[in-house]
């Protein structure tokens, strides 16, 4: 099985059991909520019963963009210290260190550790919380869309909660 093969397997896994498990979580279930949704990170609290009223404003986007511009450039420097500064709390926790944050973007997120092209798509809602699409061709040719989970922390400012990276079918270069 070819090494590509191998990541799309491992990616549609994952984009099939993460959102399962975070969804199952989940209180609030707004009925206008698309089932194509990607959740991020399986060990996510239930949303609070506010989650679902946050409005994000043209600012509030342009700001995910820049904290996930900002951690894929720390990848491209191959700087832990300043992209595991841009993880959630609870990401943080989950990994403990720097390094062993890397350790795991290196084996697991190849394509947004070291992408040969970025294309940002739109910052969505799902359930509740804002999910940025992104579309990268990895290393190995393969395109994948990278759906970034994004945390408003206390003092306003945006921090990355998880990431799925879903294979786009029949893309290769």
């Known amino acids: 099985m070819q ?5 799309g397997l491992i990616g549609l896994l994952i984009a099939i059991a993460l959102p399962v498990a975070w969804w199952g979580r ?3 279930v707004p009925p206008d909520v698309s089932p194509t949704a990607i959740s991020i990170s399986p060990n996510s609290q239930p949303l609070p019963s506010t ?3 946050l409005t994000l404003t043209p600012a509030d986007k342009a700001d995910i963009g820049v904290v996930i511009q900002q951690q894929m450039a720390a990848f491209q420097a191959n700087d832990a210290e300043l992209a595991f500064s841009f993880a959630s709390p609870g990401i943080q926790s989950q990994f403990q260190t720097a ?7 290196q084996t697991l997120y190849e394509p947004v550790y070291r992408p040969q092209s970025v ?3 739109s910052v969505e809602l799902i359930r509740g919380q804002p999910v940025q699409a992104v579309t990268v061709l990895g290393p ?10 994004m945390e408003q922390q206390a003092d306003n400012s945006w921090r990355i909660a998880g990431c799925v990276l879903v294979p786009v079918e029949n893309t290769t270069i």
Do not use: K
Not at 3 to 7: A, E, L, S, T
Not at 140 to 149: C, I, L, Q
């Open 140 to 149: 190995d040719g393969a395109w994948m869309t990278a759906y970034y989970r």
């Open 99 to 105: 390094a062993q944050f890397m350790a795991m973007v």
């Open 3 to 7: 090494r590509h093969q191998v990541y």
């Open 26 to 28: 989940q209180r609030l």
């Open 51 to 53: 989650a679902t009223s």
């Open 119 to 121: 294309d940002f798509g």
